[in-house]
């Protein structure tokens, strides 16, 4: 079994900061990717941004030069910096890693979600 655990959202005022976390746990080989999507009440999951085990990163453009994205591999974890918040940035925020389990079966697997609130 896999876990991702996040932590990190909550409420704050447009223009401040949050960093959210999200640990990985239970019978994993290997990480391939992380990432971060997002969704807003009646919209779509959309993606916010990813990071290889290699440390490549890709981003939404609605987030480019205000968000980081970051891994450490050790620890199985994926961090997501968001700075400069804008009230359109309000949504439940998920991580997602791409992994090999210890049975080298390659799954997809999502966290539970943590809101994000950006007020105006």
């Known amino acids: 079994q896999v876990q991702l655990v996040e932590s990190g959202g909550g409420l704050v005022q447009a223009g401040g900061s949050l960093r959210l976390s999200c640990a990985a746990s239970g019978s994993i080989f290997s990480i391939n990717r992380m990432g971060w999507y997002r969704q807003a009440p009646g919209k779509q999951r959309e993606l916010v941004a990813t990071?290889?085990?290699?440390?490549?990163?890709n981003y939404a453009d609605s987030v480019k030069g205000r968000f980081t994205i970051s891994r450490d591999n050790a620890k199985n974890t994926v961090y997501l910096q968001m700075n400069s918040l804008k009230p359109e940035d309000t949504a439940v925020y998920y991580c997602?890693?791409?992994?090999?389990?210890?049975?080298?079966?390659?799954?997809?697997?999502w966290g539970q979600g943590t809101q994000v609130t950006v007020s105006s």
């Open positions: 990071v290889t085990s290699g440390r490549r990163t």
């Open positions: 997602n890693a791409d992994l090999t389990d210890r049975s080298y079966h390659t799954y997809d697997y």
